[in-house]
């Protein structure tokens, strides 16, 4: 059989097998979503070689700045939270309906996000010994620490966000529209405050306080939408028109920094924690997802586009906590065999148009590599049905002790 007759086969089995109630476009916009996180980390997330033939991070943003518009793209976080509201409320409601109770929904979410970081902090505990026997040096070890945990806080912030659900739902349900904008006042008190005229005289830690709201805000529009309170076309227009001229404001007039991502360097960072550019992008975006839904519906009916796009849902987790370690099993290698030599847009510093153009060439490895990956360790996102009591133990032991060892190097 040809490869593009198993694929016509495989797109015929998924159609089949699609219930006809599902929502495809929100399904579209998720894996969209989903795909602009790899791709944006791997192409903002550099290296430079040391002497010693260690990797350090670095990122082609701290060189080219003229760049930092693409951030602006690749930062898709708002309607991956949209999203994820919209999916949460129909589920909740579901649930209530067949008798279910909210901590039983609220566990089985949790659940199902907490397996694949757990093995992925697992794996990485039982791979750092034997690297550093290979003679990897312990910088590079660090180094990869930091980026496998790297997305892994948006998991954590997720799940304390997904806990809220049933009190954010009735928010919902009762104020439409209106319960985001405390989200969004909240974020912008805090903004006036830590860069405002006594910005000097705050305490370090007061960005923190923008963590929830920030990231809640996208995820609270996503309930709004999915009680029905987001469905009108005019509101969808307020949310474009209205985070469009935020952002516009937000840059001109009050200078915050262009890139969405955190850059080597820099004193402000706009994503981590989230500041107010970051709500008004998301605001954007979401109008934007509410006023193509219907279009998107229509091009997914196609099985030919809509397979892709439900292998990229069953791989969410999977995709999220493993993408960075693709990027590394070809960099740690690399640097190690090289011989101290830098290889362009792999392993030398990101510091010219010319990095950009040969990280572009090496996204397709990247890409085959996290298929490998991810071939073996999707398992982690199902039950651990096959798992011994002493299994999972042991896998709680490692991925404890891989997280002392990333908090102590982040």
Same mark, same amino acid.
């Given at each position: 059989?040809?490869?593009?007759?198993?694929?016509?086969?495989?797109?015929? /089995?998924?159609?089949?097998?699609?219930?006809?109630?599902?929502?495809?476009?929100?399904?579209?916009?998720?894996?969209?979503?989903?795909?602009?996180?790899?791709?944006?980390?791997?192409?903002?997330?550099?290296?430079?070689?040391?002497?010693?033939?260690?990797?350090?991070? @670095? =990122?082609?943003?701290?060189?080219?700045?003229? %760049?930092?518009?693409?951030?602006?793209?690749?930062?898709? %976080?708002?309607?991956?939270?949209? &999203?994820? +509201?919209?999916?949460?409320?129909? =589920?909740?409601?579901?649930?209530?309906?067949?008798?279910?109770?909210?901590?039983?929904?609220?566990?089985?979410?949790?659940?199902?996000?907490?397996?694949?970081?757990?093995?992925?902090?697992?794996?990485?505990?039982?791979?750092?010994?034997? $690297? @550093?026997?290979? +003679?990897?040096?312990?910088?590079? $070890?660090?180094?990869?620490?930091?980026?496998?945990?790297?997305?892994?806080?948006?998991?954590?912030?997720?799940?304390?966000?997904?806990?809220?659900?049933?009190?954010?739902?009735?928010?919902?349900?009762?104020?439409?529209?209106?319960?985001?904008?405390?989200?969004?006042?909240?974020?912008?008190?805090?903004?006036?405050?830590?860069? +405002?005229?006594?910005?000097?005289?705050?305490? !370090?830690?007061?960005?923190?306080?923008?963590?929830?709201?920030?990231?809640?805000?996208?995820?609270?529009?996503?309930?709004?939408?999915?009680?029905?309170?987001? *469905?009108?076309?005019?509101?969808?227009?307020?949310?474009?028109?209205?985070?469009?001229?935020?952002?516009? /404001?937000? $840059?001109?007039?009050?200078?915050?920094?262009?890139?969405?991502?955190?850059?080597?360097?820099?004193?402000?960072?706009?994503?981590?924690?989230?500041?107010?550019?970051?709500?008004?992008?998301?605001?954007?975006?979401?109008? &934007?997802?509410?006023?193509?839904?219907?279009?998107?519906?229509?091009?997914?009916?196609?099985?030919?586009?809509?397979?892709?796009?439900?292998?990229?849902?069953?791989?969410?987790?999977?995709?999220?906590?493993?993408?960075?370690?693709?990027?590394?099993?070809?960099?740690?290698?690399?640097?190690?065999?090289?011989?101290?030599?830098? &290889?362009?847009?792999?392993? *030398?510093?990101?510091?010219?148009? +010319?990095?950009?153009?040969?990280?572009?060439?090496?996204?397709? $490895?990247?890409?085959?590599?996290?298929?490998?990956?991810?071939?073996?360790?999707?398992?982690?996102?199902?039950?651990?049905?096959?798992? !011994?009591?002493?299994?999972?133990?042991?896998?709680? &032991?490692?991925?404890?002790?891989? !997280? %002392?060892?990333?908090?102590?190097?982040?």
């Amino acid at each position: 059989m040809s490869l593009s007759t198993e694929l016509r086969s495989l797109a015929s /089995t998924v159609e089949a097998r699609t219930p006809a109630h599902r929502d495809r476009a929100v399904d579209g916009l998720r894996a969209l979503a989903l795909l602009s996180v790899p791709a944006g980390h791997w192409l903002v997330g550099g290296f430079t070689l040391d002497e010693a033939g260690a990797l350090h991070n @670095s =990122s082609p943003l701290a060189a080219l700045g003229a %760049l930092a518009p693409a951030s602006w793209l690749f930062q898709l %976080l708002g309607v991956f939270f949209l &999203v994820g +509201g919209y999916s949460s409320a129909l =589920s909740l409601r579901r649930a209530a309906e067949r008798g279910t109770p909210a901590t039983t929904w609220l566990r089985g979410r949790l659940v199902r996000l907490g397996r694949p970081v757990l093995g992925v902090a697992a794996v990485w505990a039982a791979l750092l010994p034997p $690297l @550093s026997l290979a +003679g990897v040096p312990g910088a590079t $070890l660090r180094t990869a620490a930091v980026l496998v945990v790297q997305p892994l806080w948006f998991v954590g912030v997720y799940a304390v966000i997904t806990a809220l659900t049933p009190y954010a739902l009735r928010a919902a349900e009762r104020a439409g529209l209106w319960s985001a904008l405390p989200l969004l006042a909240s974020v912008a008190v805090v903004d006036a405050l830590r860069y +405002g005229p006594y910005a000097e005289a705050m305490p !370090s830690w007061l960005g923190l306080l923008n963590l929830l709201p920030g990231w809640l805000f996208g995820y609270q529009l996503g309930l709004v939408w999915g009680v029905g309170r987001l *469905s009108r076309r005019a509101a969808a227009w307020l949310l474009l028109g209205g985070g469009l001229a935020l952002f516009v /404001t937000l $840059l001109t007039v009050f200078g915050y920094p262009a890139s969405m991502v955190g850059v080597p360097g820099e004193a402000r960072t706009n994503s981590h924690p989230p500041s107010l550019l970051v709500l008004a992008l998301a605001a954007a975006q979401s109008g &934007v997802a509410v006023l193509v839904r219907e279009r998107l519906a229509a091009l997914l009916a196609r099985p030919a586009l809509w397979t892709p796009v439900v292998v990229i849902n069953l791989s969410a987790m999977t995709i999220l906590c493993w993408h960075q370690s693709a990027m590394l099993a070809a960099a740690i290698p690399s640097a190690v065999l090289s011989g101290g030599a830098a &290889v362009l847009g792999l392993t *030398s510093a990101p510091a010219t148009v +010319g990095w950009v153009a040969a990280r572009l060439m090496w996204l397709p $490895l990247f890409a085959v590599l996290l298929v490998g990956i991810g071939a073996l360790t999707r398992r982690f996102e199902q039950p651990w049905t096959g798992a !011994s009591a002493g299994g999972r133990a042991l896998a709680g &032991v490692l991925a404890a002790a891989f !997280s %002392l060892y990333a908090f102590a190097v982040v």
